[in-house]
Antibody, heavy 125, light 110 residues
Framework: QITLKESGPTLMKPTQTLTLTCTFSGFSLNTSGVGVSWIRQPPGKALEWLALIFWDDDKLYSPSLKNRLSITKDTSKNQVVLTLTNTDPVDTGTYSC?????????????????WGQGTMVTVSS | QSVLTQPPSVSAAPGQKVTISCSGTTSNDENFSVSWFQRLPTTAPKLLIYDNNKRPSGIPDRFSGSKSGTSATLGITGLQTGDEADYYCGTWNSSLSALIFGGGTKLTVL
């Protein structure tokens, strides 16, 4: 059974760096064709994709946020960390991580399979 | 530029059928495939459909997906009050290397 849980600060001040951790179980980021992705949802607004890291450490970022985002993995801890620099009140929202699988592996079309419930982050002075 | 357009809201009575459209404009890749996600308040987004019309295990066949040209449709039959949620279409844009979401559609079961 795959589970993902996000953790991190609930309140940030503008310009601070946001660091979020996704702790997962039920799969390994050492497995070919597997990845972990992050999305966010500002209150009352649509989903926005942020970043993706693959089993082979390939990383992809939202074009509009790539200069502020970084994604890393620690396979020994089953964790993926997302950092967002220079935060602003518009970065307020619920941040969720998800399990991604390429069908067929290693790099077939991606299926964004299962998501965590998310963690709410508020950026305010 | 890659945009997916959804109606802001749809509604139908319990037991009825509803469809939600997702119209895509992409600068490349006419053969883009669409996924559909359900988000209930305060819950994790749930994958309902991937690759235009495939259901993950555990998703009931009340949910269906189709695609014709650059438009995709999510169908839900036998509506239940528990289906009230926001529904999002999404597609991987290979030229941007980014997942693009539609603006979301709020389903109300009257």
């Amino acid at each position: 059974q795959i589970t993902l849980k996000e953790s991190g600060p609930t309140l940030m001040k503008p310009t601070q760096t946001l660091t979020l951790t996704c702790t997962f179980s039920g799969f390994s980021l050492n497995t070919s064709g597997v990845g972990v992705s992050w999305i966010r949802q500002p209150p009352g607004k649509a989903l926005e994709w942020l970043a993706l890291i693959f089993w082979d450490d390939d990383k992809l970022y939202s074009p509009s946020l790539k200069n502020r985002l970084s994604i890393t993995k620690d396979t020994s801890k089953n964790q993926v960390v997302l950092t967002l620099t220079n935060t602003d009140p518009v970065d307020t929202g619920t941040y969720s991580c998800g399990h991604v699988i390429c069908l067929p592996p290693p790099r077939g079309p991606m299926v964004f399979n299962l998501w965590g419930q998310g963690t709410m982050v508020t950026v305010s002075s | 530029q890659s945009v997916l357009t959804q109606p802001p809201s749809v509604s139908a009575a319990p037991g009825q059928k509803v469809t939600i459209s997702c119209s895509g404009t992409t600068s490349n890749d006419e053969n883009f495939s669409v996924s559909w996600f359900q988000r209930l308040p305060t819950t994790a987004p749930k994958l309902l459909i991937y690759d235009n019309n495939k259901r993950p295990s555990g998703i009931p066949d009340r949910f269906s997906g189709s695609k014709s040209g650059t438009s995709a449709t999510l169908g839900i039959t036998g509506l239940q009050t528990g289906d009230e949620a926001d529904y999002y279409c999404g597609t991987w844009n290979s030229s941007l290397s980014a997942l693009i979401f539609g603006g979301g559609t709020k389903l109300t079961v009257l």
